[in-house]
């Protein structure tokens, strides 16, 4: 039942700004000056942890959508990434991992309420998130060039709880909360702890991942705190491969360096993947508390490209599409006279290269070489990459007189170092390495904060809650240098060699630097009943940017107390969202599909020469206005929320389509500034080049009851998410993009989970909707390569047995009866080496299974 009407809100001892978000909601069990609570405030009140699923999730008394998910509800799912617990938990939620994407196979995109994934801020512990790296550069329609927080290094060992905010909130924090807020709570247990020791694979047989992670609470003397989480994990890598024809065309015709398969379509690899989140809290009186927390962690992952065909891979094998191979004269290299009689003389268009007398005869002259001679099957670069992650805040809060205050300071980084295997640097012929190191990116920033909150009365109206606050924030991004080998253009570029590791080019001097950026803001936010039944709110935020100037937002928040069991509730905003310092400065260079065509992309900052040749101009944050109205039904063991919300994104920030550098540029690009043009197939860039329109509904609903002599609990999790792209620029964003901004994730997305516990057994059982999509694979957008996906349902189930009091025993296994994702058409299916499409709502592997055992002490 919901509490009495005239309802009064305190705030959490996180950031002020989670209680500001939450319309004064408390989602901490501890309150400011609440060592006493019979002697603090009345009317502040402790909303209780949810602590399993099928109760209610969402805050009833709140006029914004907020859902929590504790500790319990996340372990219920056989994976330990944070990101795959979530899916399950959240309405418009959705995520999938990345196969052969470059550097977006290290982070888990991810989409709340139809946006991309730097649209939600995350927090821990009300404080913000760092950025990863990582920019997803492909492989997610959606997320294409998004730049948001990694939360896949969070352990969920290490957390007490999720909150979740499905409205948007640049009022309260400032940029990124465009979709809505997510916060990680850490465990704050001065006593106790659990060991956990999980194991599972895919029914393939691949893929076998153990993890083992822990936690223990320890008292800093009797007015403190340790909390320290530790994970560890490995991850076999999956296959869901089949043999591309035209590598097995090649075997046919007696290559016997090809390999079976050419190349790996699946997960990557995870090696030595750790991390260690630490909590802690020191009282020194009464009023007035001191905390800390961070996180150091680790991993790396090796993932597959594209198989580069012998015979026709543009500019390391050939130029003309594989009429003829490309052949490398010495002289001309050397001393710029031509040596080599075979140059545009070896026919490559015959099943086997390597068994023509044309070629054995080049091969004889010293004067002449072609790659085969290093890779004579072709080959398939391998991507490793190493994710380290740190963070450290602290910070002091308490009370003074009337006010409680929280001022802290936190900084955070994250590293992504890139490397190569198994490729080639063409243009520096047979002396080239096949491993490269190719560089890196690191972002790092650096936040301080002062929170204030009191109430006041004016007139009539009593224990009115003001809230102010100040925040000042620096980010940086850098790009670390490659070595030599993997950027250079060595003697045969200008013969038409592809110039750097191929795949991947590394990172060279031009490229390399540390860009920064830093900004403040200061908000003020106010909320009262103007009546018993009447709860209004308002915020209002200033920030100012160094690098393109101020924005002022609001928010307004309502809700009405309709009746002991129904409540409704509404609010209104504007929001924001600036452009990362790394979308603002990355380089890159990675490889597209067109048309069943492997081409070379490079993705430039949008003011360098080559983007500004083909439009690129200085980036603008992107503007939204928010609408959201809602009600909250609670009768007995019945809990319902439904809530509508429309967002307008005006000039969103996304990666161009690819762009053509034409043959008739390549003067004009030489004479601004761009070496080796005629190496380029296309190039992207950031741009705020459309405006979108999103609606949807959510609902989240609960119903307990006593069933087969136990304890029954029910619980629903819908979404509905409708985006429509109301402006673009055609000369920047296709119509393919546009089909995979407004149909590229299900249109509908349902979760229902029935809880069912006895004494010492309790089960779980999942049902996963996900409705019908738009499936690309490798950012194909052609009718070769795209169509729409048929709905698909997945079932999990777990059952749990308590050996003893402090041991558990656990079985289960997500997707049970082995769904399978939307496989390739007919004519495309295998082309590329792969069975399914690359986009999808769930993960493409098929059903895994798993056992866990927790011990708690």
Not at 602 to 610: G, H, K, Q, R
Not at 837 to 848: A, K, L
Request: proline letters at 4%; glycine letters at 10%; charged letters at 20%.
């Amino acid at each position: 039942m919901m509490q009495s009407k005239k309802t009064k809100f305190g705030f959490s001892s996180l950031s002020l700004a989670i209680s500001f978000a939450l319309a004064g909601t408390v989602v901490s069990n501890q309150v400011f000056a609440a060592d006493d609570e019979t002697t603090a405030k009345e009317n502040v009140e402790k909303i209780a942890v949810v602590g399993s699923r099928a109760a209610p999730r969402s805050i009833g008394d709140s006029p914004v959508p907020v859902d929590i998910i504790s500790s319990d509800d996340l372990k219920k799912n056989g994976s330990t990434d944070m990101i795959d617990m979530l899916v399950t938990s959240v309405p418009s939620f959705n995520s999938r991992a990345q196969p052969i994407s470059d550097a977006a196979t290290l982070v888990r995109p991810v989409n709340l309420r139809g946006l991309p994934s730097d649209s939600t801020l995350i927090l821990v512990n009300g404080k913000r998130r760092h950025r990863a790296s990582v920019i997803a550069f492909q492989g997610g329609g959606i997320n294409d060039g998004a730049q948001g927080p990694d939360i896949s290094v969070i352990p969920g060992v290490a957390l007490k709880q999720v909150e979740v905010l499905r409205d948007g909130a640049a009022a309260q924090y400032g940029s990124d909360a465009i979709a809505g807020v997510m916060n990680f709570v850490l465990k704050d247990a001065s006593e106790g702890g659990s060991i956990t020791v999980s194991q599972g694979e895919y029914y393939e047989g691949d893929g076998a991942a153990t993890t083992i992670d822990g936690n223990i609470g320890l008292p800093l003397t009797d007015d403190g705190f340790i909390n320290i989480s530790a994970q560890y994990k490995t991850a076999d890598a999956t296959s869901r491969s089949v043999q591309r024809p035209d590598a097995a065309a090649i075997a046919a015709g007696g290559n016997t360096a090809i390999q079976d398969p050419a190349q790996t379509w699946g997960n990557p690899e995870i090696e030595d993947d750790f991390t260690v989140f630490v909590n802690s809290g020191f009282d020194i009186n009464d009023n007035t508390h001191l905390y800390a927390f961070g996180n150091v962690s680790s991993r790396e992952a090796t993932g597959g490209f594209y198989y580069r065909n012998p015979h026709n891979r543009g500019n390391v094998y050939s130029v003309d599409g594989g009429e003829t191979l490309l052949v490398g004269d010495v002289g001309l290299a050397e001393n710029g006279v031509a040596s080599c009689s075979w140059v545009g003389n070896v026919s490559a268009n015959v099943p086997n290269v390597l068994a023509t007398a044309d070629y054995q005869s080049m091969v004889a002259d010293p004067n002449c070489f072609s790659m085969n001679q290093i890779r004579p099957g072709g080959y398939t670069p391998q991507f490793t990459g190493k994710i380290e992650d740190m963070s450290f805040f602290a910070g002091i809060k308490g009370t003074s007189g009337e006010w409680n205050y929280d001022v802290s300071a936190g900084t955070g980084s994250n590293k992504a170092t890139f490397g190569l295997k198994n490729s080639l640097n063409p243009s520096m012929g047979l002396d080239t390495p096949t491993d490269f190191d190719t560089g890196s990116y690191e972002q790092v920033e650096t936040t301080f904060n002062v929170d204030m909150n009191r109430y006041v009365t004016i007139g009539s109206l009593e224990d009115i809650s003001f809230a102010t606050g100040f925040e000042w924030r620096e980010e940086s991004f850098e790009i670390g240098q490659g070595e030599e080998a993997s950027w250079i253009a060595g003697p045969y570029a200008s013969q038409e060699f592809n110039i750097g590791s191929h795949g991947f080019k590394g990172f060279g001097p031009e490229s390399a630097g540390k860009n920064k950026r830093n900004n403040i803001g200061v908000y003020t936010d106010v909320e009262a009943y103007l009546t018993n039944d009447f709860l209004v709110g308002v915020a209002l935020r200033y920030e100012d940017f160094s690098t393109f100037g101020d924005t002022l937002n609001y928010k307004l928040t309502a809700q009405y107390i309709a009746t002991d069991e129904l409540s409704f509730r509404a609010s209104h905003s504007t929001g924001f969202r600036a452009p990362t310092v790394g979308q603002e400065n990355v380089v890159n260079t990675q490889t597209s599909i067109v048309n069943g065509d492997l081409i070379q992309t490079f993705i430039a900052p949008p003011t360098n020469p080559l983007a500004a040749f083909y439009g690129g101009e200085t980036l603008k944050p992107e503007e939204s206005v928010s609408y959201a109205a809602g009600f909250v039904y609670e009768y007995e063991n019945l809990f319902l929320t439904v809530d509508y919300y429309n967002i307008e994104v005006t000039g969103r920030i996304a990666q161009s389509s690819q762009i053509s550098v034409e043959e008739s540029d390549y003067d004009a690009l030489r004479a601004a500034g761009v070496e080796f043009p005629e190496l380029i197939s296309a190039v992207t860039y950031y741009t705020n080049d459309f405006d979108t329109t999103t609606q949807g509904i959510d609902v989240v609903g609960s119903y307990s009851m006593d069933l087969f002599s136990g304890d029954a609990k029910f619980s629903l999790a819908y979404g509905w998410t409708d985006t429509k792209v109301d402006k673009f620029d055609e000369a920047t964003t296709d119509l393919g993009k546009v089909r995979r901004l407004e149909d590229g994730i299900p249109a509908h997305r349902a979760t229902l989970t029935w809880g069912q516990s006895w004494d010492d057994l309790s089960t779980s059982v999942r049902a996963n909707y996900f409705g019908e999509y738009y499936a690309t694979h490798a950012d194909d957008t052609s009718d070769w390569g795209s169509e729409t996906a048929d709905a698909a349902v997945t079932i999990d189930v777990e059952v749990s047995y308590a050996v003893m009091d402090n041991l558990t025993v656990s079985v289960g296994a997500n997707n049970i009866f082995d769904q399978e994702a939307q496989k390739l058409k007919d004519g495309t299916l295998g082309a590329l080496g792969a069975v399914y499409y690359e986009s999808g709502p769930f993960d493409y592997n098929g059903g895994y299974y798993y056992g866990r055992v927790n011990y708690r002490f």
